[in-house]
């Protein structure tokens, strides 16, 4: 039976007593045989926790169990047992009397009830239950207590599934069958800790076959939602679901609020692992809504914690701070309401629940603090947790907490105390047998040293760390630890030994993550993996000065960026497939400038015809974000102004030409004489408009004002698309255009992304297409479905694509374009089934196209802000086959949009190449801005697009004269 609260314990006793001596009462006075007997609608109709007891005299019982259940009887008798199972066991004693007799009465009238006098034995055996049950079941509850303290503490000893064991056998001979659910309910828990899956879903279902034998609907709910759970974490959601959905049913039909809740809770975890914010939350605020009906006094405060899960996964850490709180102001209460419990097996599971949920709060907190950059409020956050550590929390979230102490103390400052923390997680781990996370904590203490200097230190812990690594099997940890190592042997002055370490840290990550479906975290994953490749990118350009391999190493993380760690256009043995070293497709009228953006430096690579030169830059990428976002809040208003930038506010003609000093000075002496530059971002200059830097030396002019300045996403996807016979010949006008805009968005769809609003310009832009292009297709309004999309893009040699990108999955940082609803959507999932997204692209065949055109916000590199920072929708069509792509890189006013798009398909109608037509594009909005006297006028209206497109072909010429800009 679920525990409940105290005070409805003592309610039900005190009517059970009620019951009693009102019946003693009545026979006493009058002599007769009537007895007073529990209804038993009440008790099914009522909270297991607030049953209110109808008394009524002895010949109405009989007929109430004449209109009853055998089975539904037979629960009656037990709920009188049930009712004793609340109490201690000195204060169930001194009823076992009354009970027995209450009991007895009750079987025989069962009997005469049903007529069946080969069952009265069998009442009557159930009737003498009470005084040893109740001891045995008390004794066992201790025993139960212990078990669970240990379990949860990290003491997994294998004598604990015996002693559990013994106590279901002595239950199942004493006919206490469903109490035995409970305890296999507890050796799962046990099994699942020593990561022993098998045994553990064995202990589910014996649990479930008992749970569904005695009928007991409450614990089947909790079962099925146990089920559920495990499925959860072995990575099989639609199993998940199905036992979640179960148990969801079981606990609304019975009106059981707290499970109800728990389903509902599990089901909005896997909707926001999925993506789907707006379903998990509401499936999360339902879950609460059934908390507030529970006598359960844990129910809320799980609830608080999942919402403020939620708000900070999809970047609200506000809210999330908010309903934290409120998760902290429940575990307190819980806390209170220990000191009152009734049960020692439900104190156990208070104490854990309440202590690790605390932790996770404060956790969260932290690296909310964190990530705003308040390092003595996320010191003073983890110094709460050091009592609850001391008092005996789990072993598991207490080495948890401890490294994050660490990790807390180290970006503080706090040396020492930070190594003492270290220390302190290795030896909890160590006591838990946990390889994994012992080889975590000694890499997080092993660049604490690599920090302070402690070289021996280091190579010391790193040593133990790649040994606890390799024993735990676990390629993540190998990985890292290997990493760590190499950097030891980096700074003991060790270089190549470092290299050949950090390549194999490479090649363990690549395959690990290739061998796993990696969803949550994923971005983190890939976070750990470019550390790796920056260290080597140090490596190869101060220690080794080897622009070539640098080269190879940049094309490997950007390859991660697109598709995956070791895809992108690598074979099997992790080479490239050409040449980096060969310059033969360069043309001599284009130099081609490549970034490579490390914690600390930044590598600037010019490649022309006759060879390649590398220069160094000392600018933290830290530096270089903040002076990007300066200049990008100068050109638009939609992009996000730099946190606390010091000093005064700059022109924009300013801080263009700083970024030009920084990113086009250094290499300025390659451009000589050329005609034609691609620019291959990194980091954050992936959003930066090249062509809209301004050399401020003498006259200021833009950089599109003397050169032809287009991007590509990578080398090796510049030199694909650069090869003969790649890609549709240009300037030959396009026969089959597929036009698509003018889409119609659902209100559900506006709901879930609020930037998705009716675009009147894009209606203008098809239109503009259709006067000016023949034979075209054109897709707009409720025709606009992804699916008509697909099934038309591969046979059109144009595309112009005028929508919204969306953030899709929310927190995933990549961006992803929106369609007309094929059906009316009804769900977050409806919505889904609208947007196409980078993967899919990348998977359709455009080879027979010339050119697409999104003209949509942020389609070239993702979203501004977020952890993107790479190849987007631009790229997925490159991979897709189409040669030239324009897109934008910010967001952009629909006006400016429309105004830009229209320009630039006059220009693609006078017969321009898409190159020229960009370039006439432009010169035209700058020139406009020169004859206003404000360079800035106009420019977020042409500055946000950019041209990925090849390089010319040896004996190509542009469809527009150069000279005639």
């Given at each position: 039976?679920?525990?409940?609260?105290?005070?409805?314990?003592?309610?039900?006793?005190?009517?059970?007593?009620?019951?009693?001596?009102?019946?003693?009462?009545?026979?006493?006075?009058?002599?007769?045989?009537?007895?007073?007997?529990?209804?038993?609608?009440?008790?099914?109709?009522?909270?297991?926790?607030?049953?209110?007891?109808?008394?009524m005299p002895g010949d109405e019982a009989l007929e109430v169990f004449r209109g009853a259940d055998y089975d539904d009887c037979s629960k009656i008798l037990n709920t009188f047992t049930e009712i004793?199972?609340?109490?201690?066991?000195?204060?169930?004693?001194?009823?076992?009397?009354?009970?027995?007799?209450?009991?007895?009465?009750?079987?025989?009238?069962?009997?005469?009830?049903?007529?069946?006098?080969?069952?009265?034995?069998?009442?009557?055996?159930?009737?003498?239950?009470?005084?040893k049950l109740i001891r045995m079941k008390l004794e066992g509850d201790e025993r139960f207590a212990k078990c669970a303290r240990r379990i949860y503490g990290g003491d997994l000893s294998p004598e604990i599934p015996a002693i559990l064991e013994g106590d279901i056998g002595l239950m199942l001979r004493e006919g206490a069958d469903c109490e035995n659910g409970h305890y296999l309910d507890l050796m799962a828990t046990y099994y699942f800790a020593m990561k022993d899956d098998a045994r553990a879903f064995e202990s589910l279902c014996r649990a479930g076959e008992i749970f569904s034998r005695c009928g007991n609907k409450a614990a089947m709910a909790q079962f099925t939602g146990r089920m559920g759970e495990y499925f959860k974490r072995k990575g099989k959601p639609e199993k998940a679901e199905e036992y979640l959905m179960q148990s969801l049913a079981i606990a609304l039909g019975m009106d059981e609020p707290y499970y109800a809740a728990r389903a509902y809770s599990f089901l909005g975890s896997m909707r926001r692992d999925q993506g789907f914010f707006f379903e998990a939350e509401s499936l999360f605020t339902q879950s609460l809504a059934c908390c507030e009906r529970s006598t359960r006094i844990d129910c809320r405060k799980s609830q608080y914690i999942s919402l403020a899960r939620l708000y900070y996964d999809f970047g609200q850490p506000g809210l999330s701070e908010y309903y934290l709180e409120l998760a902290m102001g429940e575990i307190e209460t819980i806390r209170r309401g220990i000191r009152e419990s009734y049960s020692p097996t439900h104190d156990v599971y208070l104490e854990n629940s309440a202590s690790s949920s605390l932790g996770t709060c404060l956790s969260l907190k932290t690296r909310i603090l964190m990530g705003r950059g308040e390092f003595e409020g996320a010191v003073k956050t983890m110094e709460a947790t050091l009592p609850l550590i001391d008092r005996g929390l789990d072993r598991h979230m207490e080495a948890e907490l401890e490294r994050q102490l660490g990790d807390v103390y180290t970006a503080a400052g706090r040396f020492g105390d930070a190594r003492r923390f270290y220390a302190r997680a290795i030896e909890t781990s160590r006591r838990l047998g946990e390889s994994r996370e012992i080889a975590g904590h000694l890499t997080a203490l092993t660049l604490l040293h690599l920090e302070t200097g402690d070289m021996d230190k280091a190579e010391e812990s790193a040593l133990e760390a790649v040994r606890q690594a390799s024993g735990s099997g676990d390629w993540a940890a190998r990985s890292a630890a290997l990493h760590a190592s190499g950097l030891v042997e980096i700074g003991k002055g060790r270089a190549a030994e470092g290299y050949d370490l950090l390549r194999s840290?490479?090649?363990?990550?690549?395959?690990?993550?290739?061998?796993?479906?990696?969803?949550?975290?994923?971005?983190?994953?890939?976070?750990?993996?470019?550390?790796?490749?920056?260290?080597?990118?140090?490596?190869?350009a101060e220690e080794f000065n080897n622009v070539d391999s640098l080269l190879w190493w940049a094309e490997k993380r950007r390859g991660a960026a697109a598709s995956g760690p070791g895809a992108a256009g690598f074979g099997a043995d992790g080479t490239a497939g050409w040449e980096i070293g060969d310059l033969s497709w360069i043309p001599p009228e284009a130099a081609v400038i490549q970034y490579v953006v490390t914690p600390g430096k930044l590598y600037v690579v010019a490649s022309v015809a006759g060879g390649r030169v590398l220069v160094p830059v000392d600018i933290s990428s830290a530096v270089l974000r903040e002076s990007t976002s300066r200049f990008l809040s100068l050109c638009s208003p939609h992009c996000e102004k730099p946190a606390g930038a010091p000093g005064p506010r700059p022109t924009l003609e300013e801080a263009a030409?700083?970024?030009?000093?920084?990113?086009?000075?250094?290499?300025?002496?390659?451009?000589?004489?050329?005609?034609?530059?691609?620019?291959?971002?990194?980091?954050?200059?992936?959003?930066?408009?090249?062509?809209?830097?301004?050399?401020?030396?003498?006259?200021?002019?833009?950089?599109a004002e003397r050169l032809d300045v287009t991007t590509s996403g990578s080398l090796a996807g510049l030199r694909r698309r650069t090869a003969p016979g790649t890609g549709a010949a240009p300037g030959d006008g396009f026969r089959h255009p597929l036009l698509?805009?003018?889409?119609?968005?659902?209100?559900?769809?506006?709901?879930?992304?609020?930037?998705?609003?009716?675009?009147?310009?894009?209606?203008?832009?098809?239109?503009?297409?259709?006067?000016?292009?023949?034979?075209?297709?054109?897709?707009?309004?409720?025709?606009?479905?992804?699916?008509?999309?697909?099934?038309?893009?591969?046979?059109?040699?144009?595309?112009?694509?005028?929508?919204?990108?969306?953030?899709?999955?929310v927190f995933s940082g990549e961006t992803a374009l929106l369609f007309s609803p094929a059906t009316g959507a009804r769900s977050e999932m409806d919505v889904s089934r609208a947007i196409l997204t980078a993967d899919e692209i990348g998977g359709m065949d455009l080879s027979g196209s010339k050119l697409v055109v999104l003209a949509a916000c942020e389609s070239a590199c993702g979203r501004m802000g977020s952890n993107a920072g790479g190849p987007g929708?631009?790229?997925?069509?490159?991979?897709?086959?189409?040669?030239?792509?324009?897109?934008?890189?910010?967001?952009?006013?629909?006006?400016?949009?429309?105004?830009?798009?229209?320009?630039?398909?006059?220009?693609?109608?006078?017969?321009?190449?898409?190159?020229?037509?960009?370039?006439?594009?432009?010169?035209?909005?700058?020139?406009?801005?020169?004859?206003?006297?404000?360079?800035?006028?106009?420019?977020?209206?042409?500055?946000?697009?950019?041209?990925?497109?090849?390089?010319?072909?040896?004996?190509?010429?542009?469809?527009?004269?150069?000279?005639?800009?």
């Amino acid at each position: 039976m679920g525990p409940v609260k105290r005070r409805s314990a003592a309610t039900a006793l005190l009517f059970l007593a009620a019951a009693v001596l009102l019946q003693f009462s009545t026979v006493s006075r009058t002599g007769t045989d009537r007895r007073y007997m529990i209804n038993p609608a009440s008790i099914y109709r009522a909270d297991p926790g607030e049953m209110s007891f109808l008394l009524m005299p002895g010949d109405e019982a009989l007929e109430v169990f004449r209109g009853a259940d055998y089975d539904d009887c037979s629960k009656i008798l037990n709920t009188f047992t049930e009712i004793y199972f609340m109490k201690r066991l000195a204060e169930a004693e001194e009823r076992c009397t009354v009970l027995e007799d209450e009991t007895g009465r009750i079987a025989q009238m069962i009997s005469e009830a049903f007529d069946t006098p080969h069952r009265f034995e069998a009442f009557q055996r159930q009737a003498a239950w009470p005084r040893k049950l109740i001891r045995m079941k008390l004794e066992g509850d201790e025993r139960f207590a212990k078990c669970a303290r240990r379990i949860y503490g990290g003491d997994l000893s294998p004598e604990i599934p015996a002693i559990l064991e013994g106590d279901i056998g002595l239950m199942l001979r004493e006919g206490a069958d469903c109490e035995n659910g409970h305890y296999l309910d507890l050796m799962a828990t046990y099994y699942f800790a020593m990561k022993d899956d098998a045994r553990a879903f064995e202990s589910l279902c014996r649990a479930g076959e008992i749970f569904s034998r005695c009928g007991n609907k409450a614990a089947m709910a909790q079962f099925t939602g146990r089920m559920g759970e495990y499925f959860k974490r072995k990575g099989k959601p639609e199993k998940a679901e199905e036992y979640l959905m179960q148990s969801l049913a079981i606990a609304l039909g019975m009106d059981e609020p707290y499970y109800a809740a728990r389903a509902y809770s599990f089901l909005g975890s896997m909707r926001r692992d999925q993506g789907f914010f707006f379903e998990a939350e509401s499936l999360f605020t339902q879950s609460l809504a059934c908390c507030e009906r529970s006598t359960r006094i844990d129910c809320r405060k799980s609830q608080y914690i999942s919402l403020a899960r939620l708000y900070y996964d999809f970047g609200q850490p506000g809210l999330s701070e908010y309903y934290l709180e409120l998760a902290m102001g429940e575990i307190e209460t819980i806390r209170r309401g220990i000191r009152e419990s009734y049960s020692p097996t439900h104190d156990v599971y208070l104490e854990n629940s309440a202590s690790s949920s605390l932790g996770t709060c404060l956790s969260l907190k932290t690296r909310i603090l964190m990530g705003r950059g308040e390092f003595e409020g996320a010191v003073k956050t983890m110094e709460a947790t050091l009592p609850l550590i001391d008092r005996g929390l789990d072993r598991h979230m207490e080495a948890e907490l401890e490294r994050q102490l660490g990790d807390v103390y180290t970006a503080a400052g706090r040396f020492g105390d930070a190594r003492r923390f270290y220390a302190r997680a290795i030896e909890t781990s160590r006591r838990l047998g946990e390889s994994r996370e012992i080889a975590g904590h000694l890499t997080a203490l092993t660049l604490l040293h690599l920090e302070t200097g402690d070289m021996d230190k280091a190579e010391e812990s790193a040593l133990e760390a790649v040994r606890q690594a390799s024993g735990s099997g676990d390629w993540a940890a190998r990985s890292a630890a290997l990493h760590a190592s190499g950097l030891v042997e980096i700074g003991k002055g060790r270089a190549a030994e470092g290299y050949d370490l950090l390549r194999s840290a490479v090649a363990i990550f690549e395959n690990g993550y290739a061998s796993r479906n990696v969803a949550a975290g994923k971005r983190a994953m890939e976070s750990d993996l470019n550390g790796i490749y920056c260290d080597i990118f140090a490596l190869q350009a101060e220690e080794f000065n080897n622009v070539d391999s640098l080269l190879w190493w940049a094309e490997k993380r950007r390859g991660a960026a697109a598709s995956g760690p070791g895809a992108a256009g690598f074979g099997a043995d992790g080479t490239a497939g050409w040449e980096i070293g060969d310059l033969s497709w360069i043309p001599p009228e284009a130099a081609v400038i490549q970034y490579v953006v490390t914690p600390g430096k930044l590598y600037v690579v010019a490649s022309v015809a006759g060879g390649r030169v590398l220069v160094p830059v000392d600018i933290s990428s830290a530096v270089l974000r903040e002076s990007t976002s300066r200049f990008l809040s100068l050109c638009s208003p939609h992009c996000e102004k730099p946190a606390g930038a010091p000093g005064p506010r700059p022109t924009l003609e300013e801080a263009a030409s700083d970024l030009y000093d920084i990113l086009v000075r250094p290499v300025s002496e390659s451009l000589d004489g050329k005609s034609i530059v691609c620019f291959i971002p990194d980091g954050p200059l992936h959003y930066l408009p090249f062509h809209a830097l301004i050399d401020g030396r003498g006259a200021p002019r833009f950089l599109a004002e003397r050169l032809d300045v287009t991007t590509s996403g990578s080398l090796a996807g510049l030199r694909r698309r650069t090869a003969p016979g790649t890609g549709a010949a240009p300037g030959d006008g396009f026969r089959h255009p597929l036009l698509v805009g003018a889409l119609e968005y659902s209100p559900l769809a506006k709901r879930i992304f609020p930037e998705v609003v009716d675009l009147p310009g894009s209606a203008s832009e098809i239109e503009r297409a259709a006067r000016l292009l023949d034979g075209e297709t054109l897709l707009d309004g409720r025709d606009a479905t992804k699916e008509e999309f697909i099934l038309r893009a591969p046979g059109a040699d144009l595309v112009l694509i005028s929508t919204h990108t969306i953030e899709y999955p929310v927190f995933s940082g990549e961006t992803a374009l929106l369609f007309s609803p094929a059906t009316g959507a009804r769900s977050e999932m409806d919505v889904s089934r609208a947007i196409l997204t980078a993967d899919e692209i990348g998977g359709m065949d455009l080879s027979g196209s010339k050119l697409v055109v999104l003209a949509a916000c942020e389609s070239a590199c993702g979203r501004m802000g977020s952890n993107a920072g790479g190849p987007g929708l631009s790229e997925a069509f490159s991979r897709a086959g189409a040669p030239v792509v324009l897109s934008s890189l910010w967001r952009i006013g629909d006006e400016a949009a429309q105004s830009f798009v229209c320009r630039f398909l006059d220009e693609l109608a006078g017969g321009a190449d898409a190159a020229g037509a960009v370039r006439c594009a432009r010169m035209k909005a700058i020139s406009e801005a020169r004859e206003a006297g404000d360079l800035s006028a106009d420019i977020e209206g042409w500055a946000p697009f950019t041209l990925l497109a090849p390089l010319p072909r040896p004996g190509e010429t542009r469809a527009t004269d150069h000279k005639n800009r």
